[in-house]
């Protein structure tokens, strides 16, 4: 799992491409347009932030329903809910719009706006080639909240969802609920609960206190997941097929939506 700091690469990566894009439009409205550089930067930057708007609200639409009956987590954004292409055909019509009057600054800005893109998908596909392989679900022995030892492979065969947590992390108390309805909705996937660090008392008492009915809580008092996939914080959450490869991870809080759809993506498509 890569990430710079607490911030997941792919974060990274969209802020860099912004900012090339940014830069490119800047320059080149300096030294082919004849357009001050200000005005085509301010432009594109409230083009960026249109489309990003309008891929958050399509993916809100998309899954009103579930957002609906938490309000709060519509401005969660770090639940990665963004539809690109609904924000890129926005941001398009966007310049569009704004240089109805001006139409020479459409090249300086679209040609930033096509920088950042081409950095965007660039830096994504350089990324997954320097990755190594996807790993899959280690050949860890952990136990169960009753002391009973659980090997991690035994979940092969099956989809997977592991969830690093642990009761002292807040976001990871707001999201048990998210991976209880999941375990319920869907029974063809192994939700797998794998606390970090904690003692078994300090987990049944936490569950008992909120409420929470839970299956595959797994103990893991020496944090041994975490250091195996490299997660840099908690709560971090793993997919893997049925083959046990990991296909997709996600540090930070989940909301349901952002879980059902990555879900969606992997499992069901």
Known sequence: MISIGPYSIRIVIIMIAAIVGWLLSRFIAKYFSNIQPKTASSLYFDAFLVGIFIAR???????????IATPWTIVAIGDGGFYAASGIIAAIAWIW??????????KPVYAGMLAGLI?????????????????????????????????????????????????????????????????????????????QGESMQEITSFLASEGLE?????????????????????PTTLFFDAEGRMVHSHMGEMTMPSLKNTIKKFFME
């Open 214 to 234: 839970l299956e595959h809580v797994l103990l893991d008092q020496t944090s041994k997941t975490m250091r195996e996939f490299g997660a840099r914080g908690l």
């Open 57 to 67: 609200m399509t993916f809100v639409l998309v899954w009103w329903n579930d957002y």
């Open 119 to 195: 950095a965007w998908g660039g830096a994504s596909g350089g990324m997954a080639m320097i990755q190594p392989s996807s790993p899959s679900l280690p050949e860890l022995e952990l136990s169960t909240i009753d002391s009973k030892p659980h090997m991690l492979t035994s979940y092969v065969g099956q989809p997977v969802v592991v969830n690093l947590w642990a009761t002292w992390c807040p976001p990871c108390r707001r999201e048990m609920p998210v991976f209880m309805k999941a375990q319920s909705d869907y029974q063809d996937i192994a939700v797998v609960m794998i606390n």
């Open 97 to 106: 719009w704004k240089t109805r009057q001006e139409k020479r600054l459409r």
